[in-house]
């Protein structure tokens, strides 16, 4: 039987892992502010998908505690952060909270989720009337193909 302190290193050591997996994942991150702003407005809106352009991160749906999330993924880095301090990281447990459902931490999976969404039709009458809105979003939150968080 494994004793609490060799739990609690595993548990901390599976935390690394799942942080290092994320920050791996920094090229595929960086495409989920564009792909989002392209996938927005096409079957409705979506709140996840403006703070992935507007600000440049993701809230880990599993990570929701009450109506507030406990982690983000920085997308210019790919790094697990405090949705409150985005300057410091995302506390140990509640990445522990969420490390039963990892396919949230998938940044590919969310890629080819988003792109699903972009190749949805958009309804003819809104299509040139989104176009402009996309463009507009672009020029206001500075949105390239690959994000990079702008200093302030």
Request: net charge positive; glycine share 4%; charged share 35%.
């Amino acid at each position: 039987m494994p004793e609490i302190a060799e739990l609690e290193q595993r548990a901390k050591e599976l935390v690394a892992s799942i942080r290092e997996w994320c920050r791996s994942q920094k090229e595929l991150w960086r495409q989920v502010p564009n792909l989002a702003l392209e996938a927005n407005g096409r079957q409705g809106f979506c709140r996840y998908y403006e703070r992935a352009y507007e600000s440049g991160y993701w809230a880990i749906q599993i990570s929701r505690v009450d109506d507030n999330y406990t982690v983000y993924v920085d997308l210019a880095t790919g790094e697990l952060v405090d949705p409150y301090y985005q300057k410091e990281l995302a506390k140990d447990v509640a990445i522990l909270r969420c490390a039963l459902n990892l396919q949230e931490f998938d940044a590919a999976n969310l890629i080819k989720e988003l792109r699903s969404k972009v190749d949805f039709p958009e309804r003819r009458n809104l299509c040139r009337l989104n176009r402009e809105w996309r463009a507009r979003l672009r020029r206001e939150y500075g949105i390239e193909r690959f994000y990079r968080r702008k200093c302030k």
